[in-house]
Structures are given as C-alpha cells and as structure tokens.
C-alpha cells in the first residue's frame, strides 16, 4: 500500500467525518470511525460505523477519480483515468465482510446493519449503481431508514462494545491490517466474491453426487463454488 493510497484513503474519511458532523444528529448518530476489528480470518478495517436505533450503518470510502464501471454482482469494478484501466475489488462486497465482521462481533441480526459506499473525488459512474452506492447524498441515504430496530440502550451498548473491542489506532494496528491483507489475498483459499473462506464440501445431489469441491462458508448468502484441483 503506498503513501499516495493512504493519503487518499485518509482525505476521503476525513471529509466523510465532516459529512456526518453536518449532516447527521450526534445524539441520534454515533458514529465511530477507522475501526479495525479481529476476525476468524484475520482483521477487517472498517471506515465508518454509524450507529443508531434505525440500524448500524456501515461505510466504506472510496477516493477516486475518472470513470467507475461496476455492478452489485461482480468480484472486480474497472475504473478509467486518463485513458488507462485499472481493476479494484467490488466496494459492495469489500463492505459485505465489513457488515458481517461487525455482525458477528456484537452478536446482532445482519439485516439491521445497512452498507454505504461513498465515492469521493472527481469520479463519474457510467454504469447504473445501487441506491447504497453514491457520490453526494449518503447522509440522506441514511436518514431515509425511519423503522426503530434498536432501544437507546442497545445502541449504547453496541457502542460501548465497538469501542472496548476495536484495535487501537496506532501504526503497529495499520501494519497488522496490511500483513492480514497481504495473508488473506495470497492465500487461494478465500472466495473471490465476498473474501469469506473456502471450505471443502462433498456434493450431496446431482449428478457430481459424492464429489468434493470448495464452497463459500457464507453459503446460501454467497453461492461461490470451486473445483477442488483449482486451489
């Protein structure tokens, strides 16, 4: 990861702090930011919790430039900047593992936690996104879930729990993320579609009946299959 990524990554979450400041109601929201949480598999680095009593809303920051293609379903998004491609992986996914980490670490349902990914900088999309991904109105994304989910006391409960577990801010937090990172990319055993791992399962039906082959452990959610040789 250079120094010009992290600049970038830092000024998008910078701007995002200041969005929430504006926008959003501190006793309504509360947000926490650059939370790095332990996992099975690793660490996961979340840039914005939002939590509130219509749901914990998770934000991932992206600062970039030139044209951005993508849909929900694909593992890789293309951006175009003065007229060379580069591929990154699917913010929608990235975000997935984000939820479902922080999901798993308070012990709630994960339809309470709502994904956000907001583009910072100079960027057009020129494919059609979801309502969740945006360039400008993510406060008001938020805003517009209006159903309670939460008591004011599970709120701060939740709160309190993300503050005493998250990793400290620190640079030594920084290199333990990138080391994880590195580990988990390296290793062909992780699904390419949402980053969860890959296990070895037997075909229980069908006409490959008593075959193995790898599967996603977030399955039914992610139904990413491969042939056991490929790994």
């Known amino acids: 990861m250079s120094l010009k990524s992290l600049a970038k990554g830092w000024f998008g ?60 379903k694909s593992p890789q998004w293309t951006q175009v900047l003065f007229d060379k491609k580069f591929t990154f992986q699917n913010p929608l996914h990235q975000n997935y593992r984000h939820t479902k980490a922080l999901s798993d670490f308070l012990g709630v349902d994960h339809k309470k936690f709502f994904s956000v990914v907001k583009f910072w900088g100079e960027c057009q999309f020129k494919t059609a996104m979801p309502s969740n991904v945006m360039k400008s109105g993510y406060t008001t994304y938020i805003k517009s879930k209006t159903v309670v989910l939460f008591s004011e006391q599970q709120v701060q409960e939740m709160v309190s729990a993300i503050k005493q577990g998250m990793l400290p801010k620190s640079r030594a937090t920084r290199r333990q993320h990138i080391a994880s990172l590195k580990d988990r990319f390296e290793n062909p055993r992780i699904c390419p579609k949402c980053s969860s791992l890959l296990v070895i399962r037997t075909a229980k039906s069908g006409n490959s009946v008593g075959s193995q082959f790898y599967g996603c452990t977030k399955y039914p959610t992610c139904r990413h299959v491969e042939k056991l040789e490929k790994i």
Do not use: C, P
């Not at 598999?41 to 030139?66: A, C, L, P």
């Open 13 to 72: 979450e910078v701007q995002g702090t200041l969005a929430k400041k504006i926008f959003l109601n501190s006793r309504i929201y509360i947000d926490i930011n650059n939370v790095t949480l332990l996992t099975a598999n690793g660490t996961t680095q979340i840039d914005h919790v939002i939590v509130s009593r219509y749901g914990v809303f998770v934000v991932e920051t992206k600062n970039m430039g030139g044209w951005i293609f993508g849909d929900e």
